[in-house]
């Protein structure tokens, strides 16, 4: 067959690209044995293409799809769309309070570590769905094979070398700037904490050698944090491909809340391996 077609068995979606790469008006149906079912005009296309965008939204948005449109849908299957994945993300973010428990003796030596936690997990997060919103938009729209995947992950752990190297920079002089500044509420006992526990209290700008250490704690699993989430967020959609899923089911919200295991881990792992090396 040297025409475009579609097989009746297929699933609808990949008419899309069929007809977007050739320009066809219409698509032919076409049965394993060569005969002609019939045909998809340009207005079923479009009626899938818009069905399809909905639901990778709402899935993106950690919504299940409902198969009415929102205004004539129920409150009651309005909520059930809701609860799902608000409980699927419940539990998964359990394990930030338990990582937080876990690392007690970082927070007690320096407790001022738990007040850059939203930053870092909410920048991490943020890395990572950007990442799954250009893998799964690249998926969608454009020919992406299997041969492809490695190159797919291998761009973003580039990337996100530099953003996390240019991010973490930044970073370095922000908490410097919070920390000696009203910006962030150092009290004297968090300061003399500082100071006796890593060993400062008697250099003559210990403070400041306590601060340029919290920075770089703080950046070092900033710069990290950003690598990977790069990283695992563009294998994720693939793995969800390969395995015949929606890759819009790797949603921003999932990516997040596993985004900010992640980052905890390397956060208090960091500032464990420095405090011992001091101590």
């Avoid at 900010?260 to 390397?266: A, Y």
């Amino acid at each position: 067959k040297d025409f475009a077609y579609i097989s009746p068995i297929a699933d609808k979606e990949q008419a899309v690209p069929i007809c977007e790469e050739y320009d066809l008006p219409v698509l032919p149906v076409v049965s394993k044995a060569g005969e002609m079912l019939g045909i998809l005009t340009f207005d079923d296309v479009m009626d899938v293409l818009e069905e399809e965008n909905t639901e990778d939204v709402l899935k993106q948005g950690a919504v299940s799809p409902t198969q009415r449109p929102y205004m004539e849908n129920k409150i009651f299957n309005i909520a059930r769309s809701y609860v799902i994945w608000l409980i699927v993300l419940l539990v998964i973010n359990t394990f930030t309070g338990i990582i937080v428990s876990r690392f007690e003796s970082a927070l007690l030596t320096l407790p001022i570590l738990i007040s850059f936690v939203p930053a870092l997990n909410d920048s991490t997060g943020n890395s990572g769905s950007q990442t799954t919103s250009m893998v799964i938009r690249a998926l969608t729209t454009e020919n992406v094979e299997k041969k492809d995947y490695l190159k797919i992950i291998g761009k973003e752990a580039l990337t996100g070398l530099i953003t996390g190297l240019i991010v973490a920079l930044f970073n370095f002089g922000w908490v410097m700037l919070e920390l000696n500044t009203p910006l962030l509420n150092v009290t004297e006992s968090m300061k003399k904490t500082l100071l006796e526990d890593l060993h400062f209290q008697n250099l003559a700008n210990g403070i400041q050698y306590g601060y340029m250490l919290i920075a770089g704690i703080v950046s070092a699993a900033l710069f990290f944090g950003i690598l990977f989430s790069k990283i695992f967020a563009s294998i994720l959609p693939l793995i969800a491909k390969v395995f015949h899923i929606d890759p819009a089911l790797m949603s921003g919200p999932l990516v997040s809340s596993l985004m900010d295991i992640m980052t905890l881990l390397l956060y208090f792992g960091i500032a464990i391996m420095v405090i011992d090396s001091i101590n």
